[in-house]
């Protein structure tokens, strides 16, 4: 059974850094491709980052290039995704997502587990 949680959000200033972290099956974190997705109120749920199973392919929305890293520890089945000069419209619910496939994906659709979310808030 694929399960995710996500941990790591919390209050950080305009500018300032955060770590979120998705711990999971060992499964998934060394056969599934992994994503991160976020939510701001009264949006649709976009694309964050993603990697593919054994971490040699990442991709990001042109939104967080240059600022967030995703990266894997399989062996700690766990996914990072760093965000380093946050800014007010990162804040939102993040979420965490897996894939039944080991290539990355970009739509919310694609993917097939899901986390409860973690927030993010930015203050300026």
């Known amino acids: 059974q694929v399960q995710v949680e996500e941990s790591g959000g919390g209050l950080v200033q305009a500018g300032g850094s955060l770590r979120l972290s998705c711990t999971g099956s060992r499964r998934t974190f060394s056969s599934e491709a992994m994503g991160w997705f976020r939510q701001a109120p009264g949006k649709e749920r976009e694309f964050v980052a993603a990697?593919?199973?054994?971490?040699?392919?990442?991709a990001y929305a042109d939104s967080v290039k240059g600022r967030f890293t995703i990266s894997r520890d399989n062996a700690k089945n766990t996914v990072y995704l760093q965000m380093n000069s946050l800014k007010p419209e990162d804040a939102a619910v993040y979420y965490c997502?897996?894939?039944?496939?080991?290539?990355?994906?970009?739509?919310?659709?694609?993917?097939?587990?899901w986390g409860q979310g973690t927030q993010v808030t930015v203050s300026s």
């Open positions: 997502a897996a894939r039944l496939l080991a290539g990355v994906a970009f739509g919310a659709n694609q993917y097939n587990f």
């Open positions: 990697i593919n199973w054994i971490g040699s392919s990442t």
